[in-house]
């Protein structure tokens, strides 16, 4: 029998990250979290994840620089990020978005490397 199991999360009690995330509701294939007024700055740095990364914007501007390739993320707009794939976020003006991560993001520290 498979888990049927209910889970609510109250962001407003969520754990964050190091790196600004809030953790959001998290199962065994994929998680959510969520990114809240991140502010207007330069390039990060570039990264590979062992994930894959779907988002949504909310609120904000960014550029995403995927594998030579860039994009204008603006609110109501969605992304996504292939598991492995070099690649980072330039935010043009405060940045809100809710991103989901299959495996979850946080287990075994892979958003922290």
Do not use: C, N
């Amino acid at each position: 029998m498979s888990d049927t199991t209910v889970t609510k999360i109250d962001s407003r009690h969520s754990p964050q990250g190091t790196l600004g995330q809030k953790y959001l509701a998290s199962g065994v294939h994929v998680s959510m979290r969520l990114w809240e007024e991140e502010p207007a700055q330069g390039d990060k740095p570039e990264s590979r994840r062992d994930y894959e990364t779907v988002g949504y914007v909310i609120s904000g501007r960014a550029e995403l620089h995927l594998e030579g390739q860039m994009v204008i993320l603006e609110e109501g707009d969605s992304w996504v990020v292939p598991k492995g794939a070099s690649h980072t976020y330039k935010i043009l003006e405060p940045f809100k978005a809710v991103e989901a991560t299959s495996p979850p993001a946080h287990a075994h520290g892979r958003d922290e490397r």
